[in-house]
């Protein structure tokens, strides 16, 4: 079992839809979740860093972490055709330090015009 | 203010041959990062250095090895390339003790193996 998993896609929704993307792990031990998005043939940009249990929201995006469960989303609202993109989430350990990030696959998603 | 810059953008090498890459880290930022990503895949941590030493490492043999300089810049190299190297190698960047994870990532470097 990966230690995040995370639907590659693709996932193909059309212009306004409300977008859910979502990762699951295995490792008790993350205890920093974010998202971040990944244009083609371009680094990954954050959009979105969580640290507890709950919800936060930036804009037309929110991200939930349910500890509990180790599942984490993150909603995308108004969703327009600028949003088409690879949506990475990430996890890394609690205790500060110079631990790496752990990446899901990678969701590829659509928003059609 | 320039971001994470990365060179060069793509290069291709034929295996057992050694590559560079190279990051110059966002202004005001001390720390670098290396990731690997395979394609469809997510990145996949290489190390990280902080003042000119390895700091962590993840689960990379030792044909992949680093270099942080005072500038802070910093280089990959990996040695004896094999075809399962290729990939897209980012580079990021952040300041030491922020542990929010916001990583400024370059654009990265492909590299081909033949």
């Known amino acids: 079992q990966k230690e995040v998993e995370q639907d590659p896609g693709p996932l193909s929704v059309p212009e306004g839809a409300i977008v859910s993307l979502n990762c699951t792990y295995s490792?008790?031990?993350?205890?920093?979740f974010m998202w971040y998005r990944q244009y083609s043939r371009k680094g990954p940009e954050l959009l979105m860093y969580t640290y507890s249990s709950g919800n936060k929201e930036d804009g037309r995006f929110t991200a939930q972490v349910d500890k509990s469960s180790k599942y984490i989303s993150l909603f995308i609202r108004d969703s327009q055709p600028s949003d088409s993109a690879t949506y990475l989430c990430a996890m890394k350990n609690g205790g500060g330090g110079a631990d790496g990030l752990t990446f899901g696959k990678g969701t590829h998603l659509i928003i059609q015009p | 203010d320039a971001g994470v810059t990365q060179s060069p953008t793509h290069l291709i090498k034929t295996r057992g041959q050694q590559v560079t890459l190279r990051c110059s880290p966002k202004?005001?930022?001390?720390?670098v990062s290396w990731y690997q990503q395979a394609l469809g895949q997510g990145p996949q941590f290489i190390f990280q250095?902080?003042?000119?030493?390895?700091?962590q490492r993840g689960n990379f043999p030792d044909r992949f090895s680093g270099h942080q300089f005072p500038n802070y810049s910093s280089e990959l190299n990996v040695n004896a390339l094999l075809l399962g190297d290729s990939a897209l190698y980012l580079c990021a960047s952040s300041r030491t003790g922020v542990t929010t994870g916001e990583l400024f990532f370059g654009e990265g470097s492909r590299l081909t193996v033949l």
């Open positions: 250095y902080y003042e000119e030493e390895e700091r």
């Open positions: 202004s005001g930022h001390d720390t």
């Open positions: 490792n008790s031990a993350f205890q920093y």
